[in-house]
């Protein structure tokens, strides 16, 4: 099942993957991906958390694999 991801919640999660690949991800990042993921899945009825944050990941780490 995909899930529609909210164009700020994937901005977020790109921020926290440049700062992740830098090797400076930093508390107020990750705090705030993980508010934001809480939030959109307390709105999105029979949404887990597990398939929003595996969307995400796979959104943003993995974009070009899914454009080929």
């Not at 508010?35 to 974009?63: N, Y």
Request: charged share 20%; proline share 3%.
């Amino acid at each position: 099942m995909a899930i529609d991801l909210p164009p700020d919640l994937i901005a977020l999660e790109r921020s926290a993957w440049t700062e992740i690949q830098a090797g400076a991800l930093t508390v107020d990042t990750a705090r705030a991906v993980h508010q934001g993921i809480a939030a959109f899945v307390e709105q999105a009825a029979g949404v887990s958390r597990f398939d929003v944050e595996m969307g995400l990941k796979k959104a943003v780490r993995h974009a070009a694999a899914e454009a080929a």
